[in-house]
């Protein structure tokens, strides 16, 4: 788990680390377009896409070396700046230099990556949409319709949530 989701983001790592050690949750793990979820499923909502990951067994509890070493790596990965890791960095160049003006779909397994890509785009000024299972059926038409209509909205920043059964062209 911790691989897969430090690949996925250090936010994402980060919250992970904090639920194997039984911490509170950071202001970094919510906000108000997406929920903080107690969680490491890719995005718990949508069993349908993943069913699998309602029958995985949870992990153990941590030994006291392994809690030494999840800190450890806790306050390494803190080191990072919020929203500067390397995979947001190139999607903030990537939509910069690469593709500018152009639409983008950005899709991410876990919500905490999704927020943190969510709060980069926020603070680099463009404009997004968001998609998780979580999100309400009515937001999830306009959250497409947005994308698809409003020229100001460039990037589409969902889970697999938006992978099943829509169609985001013209």
């Known amino acids: 788990v911790l691989r897969k989701r430090f690949g996925s983001s250090v936010a994402a790592l980060r919250a992970t680390l904090r639920r194997r050690l039984a911490l509170p949750p950071a202001p970094e793990d919510t906000d108000d ?46 080191e990072v700046p919020q929203g500067r890791d390397a995979k947001l960095e ?13 639409k983008v779909v950005v899709f991410t397994e876990y919500r905490d990556t999704l927020r943190a890509a969510g709060r980069r785009l926020r603070s680099d000024g463009v404009s997004f949409v968001t998609f998780h299972g979580a999100t309400p059926e009515g937001e999830r038409s306009e959250a497409m319709s947005k994308f698809l209509h409003d020229a100001s909205v460039r990037v589409f920043l969902a889970t697999d949530a938006a992978s099943a059964g829509i169609n985001l062209q013209h």
């Open 33 to 78: 377009v997406v929920p903080y979820v107690d969680s490491d499923d890719s995005d718990p909502e949508d069993d349908v896409l993943d069913p699998g990951e309602a029958s995985e067994t949870p992990p153990p509890q941590l030994t006291g070396h392994e809690a030494e070493l999840a800190s450890a790596l806790l306050s390494a990965a803190k």
């Open 90 to 102: 190139a999607l903030s160049r990537l939509l910069r230099e690469e593709l500018p003006g152009e």
